[in-house]
């Protein structure tokens, strides 16, 4: 069965340092990787999406990369934190070849002081 | 205007009672449309999905989609307390990788 980890589960980091945030499927070849925010009242938003390693697509300017190195590794990045940048971070993966559903890791929880 | 609009709520009803949700879609091109549960501080688990008009049953939940109106709604039969959490629509183009477009999520608590 697949499964999706996303790690860590909490974070609190200083305004302009580094982030890395990652994400590993199992059970799966070639998905489509997606990272959301989720913003309070603010809904889920797309950030980046994968369909392929090193292939990504930005929906939203930001602070913020992503990287594909493996097929099942999904990697969130920055070089400096913004306080705009804290949120519920969350990764997604889907299978390109049929209808079926999205499946969220358990989410990141970063808090920018 | 929002791709997706959902009325956040939040919503608070006593068990047993009959919860209805709902969204609204703006884009008449989206072909399916989801409804995700997300417990706090969990990531969106899939409830159910529809493709095009009409209803789907699945035990105590009914998902239905009005694509004249762009109206989707989720209908919660013999509510419980674990049914508590944040409720969220999502409509999907075909052909776009995937990418799902939300609504803010409505907060649901189901009171004993």
């Known amino acids: 069965s697949q499964t999706i980890h996303q790690w860590p589960a909490t974070l609190v980091q200083p305004v302009g340092s580094p982030l890395s945030l990652e994400c590993t499927v199992e059970g799966t070849s070639n998905p489509n990787l997606y990272w959301y925010r989720q913003a309070a009242g603010r809904g889920l938003q797309l950030l980046f999406y994968s369909v392929g390693i090193g292939q990504i697509s930005s929906e939203v300017p930001q602070n913020l990369s992503a990287s594909r190195p493996q097929d099942r590794q999904f990697i969130l990045s920055s070089k400096k934190l913004l306080l705009s940048d804290s949120g519920f971070y969350l990764c997604?993966?889907?299978?390109?070849?049929?209808?079926?559903?999205?499946?969220f890791g358990q989410g990141t929880r970063l808090t920018v002081v | 205007q929002k791709e997706v609009e959902q009325d956040p709520g939040p919503l608070s009803v006593p068990e047993g009672a009959i919860v209805s949700l709902n969204c609204t879609y703006s884009n008449s091109a989206f072909q399916y449309f989801m409804w995700y549960r997300q417990y706090s501080r969990k990531g969106p688990e899939l409830l159910m999905y529809?493709?095009?008009?009409g209803n789907k049953e699945d035990g105590r939940f009914t998902a239905q989609v009005d694509k004249s109106s762009k109206y989707i709604s989720l209908f919660i039969r013999d509510s419980q307390p674990s049914d508590s959490a944040t409720y969220l629509c999502a409509s999907y183009l075909w052909g776009s990788n995937y990418k799902l477009t939300f609504g803010k999520g409505t907060l649901l608590t189901v009171n004993p």
């Open positions: 529809t493709y095009s008009s």
């Open positions: 997604a993966w889907s299978d390109p070849f049929g209808i079926t559903e999205a499946f």
